[in-house]
């Protein structure tokens, strides 16, 4: 079971294969045992491709949920007997990899000397699970239901912002609702429309709906386009702050709050426990709770 989830997670007899130092044709026989076993195809193989099938799919994830129990139970060990050893694999967005990944991996690493890190940065919403991901960094209002399990680590509240060539060729904007009549940039992939929410004391919220011209989910080019002039965008405090400062982007409706987007760490079940992964999640705490201006790109 073990086998089949590592080469369903890969892809590949070949890739698993390399994983675990035994030659491809050893995974398949175990694989083909277990397939005459349970009485069904698990695997759809073709001469280049390997899939799985419905049935598959649904043993896959009880089989990766006991590949990662018995990982654990390794650690367990180890952690009991030595230092932990083993790899620490992150997914975070390119944001945080100056003002957050970096310190605080260099600090795990300093106490961790026979655990090695990969670390991926990409905008993109990473399968933890089918890719053998330890943890993730996710930026979002709320978060969608999910069996992953979630810590929230820090919230922060964006700013309004457009370029100085922009604001003086289009209309002045006094409240939210006059967004309505200006070109928006905007953080996100695969939407339409989005939904801008401002808050002022002992007023209604008020919550605007908006269709951007320029759509991505990389900030620091959300940060580029908005420079360029090519609209209003909302962007993360630490990010525009220098532009803010120097004159090249202008605040905008400083009376209001912008509904604040929180930052979590994200953990497929059991993940939490193990004793190469909370080290790092415990770090991560303690360096956002003594550095509350982390949130810089």
Known sequence: MVVFARVASRGSFA?????????????????????RRLGVVLLSRTTRT????????AYYERCAALAEQAELADQVVMQMTHAPRGTLRITAPP???????????LEYLKHHS???????TEDRTVDLLREEYDLAFRVASTLPATSMIARKIASTSHVLCASPRYLTQHP???RPSDLSAHIVCAFGRDKKTVSWQFVQKRRPDERVKLTPRVLTSNEHA???FCLSGVGIALLPPGLAEPDIAEGRLTR???????????????????KQTSPIVRPYVQIVEAFVRSTPRFFSG
């Open 95 to 105: 944001i945080f990899s100056r003002s957050l990944l970096v310190p605080t991996v």
């Open 172 to 174: 002045v904007l006094r």
């Open 15 to 35: 890739a698993a294969a390399k994983d675990v130092g035994v030659p491809p044709s050893t995974l398949s026989r175990k694989v083909a045992s277990l397939e």
């Open 114 to 120: 026979n655990v090695r890190v990969e670390l991926t």
């Open 50 to 57: 390997l899939s799985l099938t419905e049935v598959g799919r």
């Open 252 to 270: 905008l409706l400083d009376a209001y709050d912008i509904e604040p987007r929180n930052v979590y760490v994200i953990m497929p079940p059991g």
């Open 222 to 224: 959300l940060l580029s």
